[in-house]
């Protein structure tokens, strides 16, 4: 395997009139490929350390604690040529709050590769060796982005990044074609782009991340959503981590107790009397209100993993899904997720209208698990 003996050419951005001046360098561009250094230890929101961007052998790094995002550059993100960026998810956040906006329209390579084997997840090194079959260098990963000036290592590393995204691309776009893919890729990269910009809406969606919904009843379901939204809007507003305000283990704990005052608030285990001194009204309050919510409005209850009604439909819907992605050569999480099948599952125990997985997939999939679950059923 080659060390990668490419020296990068790369242009320093700490000024609004370069920032200007590279995005009229690309303007005529399809396809440029971007990137993000961060920093996230104790804010909610990623502190954007360095952007990097490129549309051929050149790259950009912008120096974004030295110039803000201008007119220019958030339109560039929003032209016609295709931002390629790699695990896109806290990229997407950092153009969010660094930029306002977000790079459209997007293709990612890792949902890419997705598409093109059965690995998904595949890191950024390990895709470059594969297509490229050259090595990066992997010491500056865990580099501090924020010190400046930065070393010649670490912009050398951070140019790469970029060049070679557009080389995968390239090969990656070919081989998508021949299999008639490349649609794949850009619906999922269109559903990546619309859950990332509906932020607050997502924040409803929260709770049911939890793996031990169905310990709960409805009632303590909805106090644990009402406290999930909360927090989600609270430490968005304040700037910090999740965990720093309350950790999930302890608003299912609250949950699971629904404590009317303080007192059985303070017997919550876990629970110190500052973080009630401070939020145990707010807290005490959302329990209250999910006492009083109306049968009707209430969550569905989750259901129980371990009964063997949806045991054997998750199996059966599982087995369907393995089979169709072993015969495309993608994974069977690239088809269908372990969420979407629960969902299916529980609406089909509860016999409500089932959400069928739409588009392509539904091509592939829907006759064969609707036949799976008559067979459980009957
Ligand atoms: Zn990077």
Redesign the pocket.
């Known amino acids: 395997m080659l060390l990668s003996s490419l020296t990068p050419s790369f242009q320093w951005i700490d000024t609004p009139d370069a920032l200007d001046a590279a995005c009229e360098q690309v303007a005529d561009a399809s396809v440029i490929a971007l ?3 961060f920093f996230r230890e104790n804010t909610f929101f990623p502190v954007p350390a ?1 952007i ?1 961007f490129t549309a051929g052998e050149q790259a950009y790094l912008i120096d974004p604690v030295a110039v803000s995002c201008t007119d220019t550059f958030r339109a560039l993100l929003q032209n016609s040529a295709i931002k390629l960026l ?1 695990a896109c998810s806290e990229d997407l956040e950092v153009f969010q709050h660094w930029a306002g906006v977000l790079p459209v329209p997007l293709m990612d390579t890792q949902v890419a590769q997705g598409f093109l084997s059965d690995v998904p997840g595949i890191g ?1 090194q390990k895709l470059v060796e594969f297509w490229v079959g050259e090595m990066l260098p992997k010491e500056e ?1 865990r580099s501090n982005w924020l010190v400046r000036p930065l070393s010649p290592a670490q912009c050398h ?2 140019a790469l ?2 060049i070679y995204l557009l080389k995968v691309w390239t090969l990656q776009a070919e081989k998508l074609a021949t299999l008639g893919r490349l649609e794949w890729v850009e619906n999922e990269c269109q559903t990546l782009i619309e859950q990332a910009g509906r932020s607050v809406e997502n924040d409803q969606h929260w709770y049911t991340r939890h793996r031990q919904l169905w310990r709960l009843t409805p009632r303590q379901m909805e106090a644990y959503r009402l406290m999930t939204v909360w927090r989600e809007g609270e430490t968005r507003r304040r700037n910090l981590p999740r965990n720093w305000l309350i950790s999930d283990k302890l608003l299912f704990a609250i949950a699971e107790k629904m404590p009317s005052n303080r007192f059985e608030l303070a017997e919550v285990e876990g629970i110190k009397p500052t973080l009630i001194k401070k939020e145990g009204d707010a807290l005490l309050a959302m329990v209250k209100q999910a006492q009083h919510c109306d049968e009707a409005a209430l969550p569905e209850r989750w259901p129980d993993p371990m009964h063997p009604a949806f045991k054997s439909r998750f199996k059966a819907l599982k087995k369907v899904v393995a089979a169709k992605a072993s015969e495309l050569g993608v994974a069977p999480e690239m088809l269908m997720r372990r969420r979407e099948l629960e969902t299916l599952v529980m609406q089909d125990l509860a016999e409500e209208p089932l959400t069928w997985p739409n588009g392509w997939r539904g091509e592939y999939l829907n006759a064969d698990l609707a036949q799976a679950l008559e067979e459980c059923t009957s």
Request: glycine share 0%.
């Open positions: 990137d993000t250094e360095l990097q790699h950024y990963t590393y951070a990044d970029v």
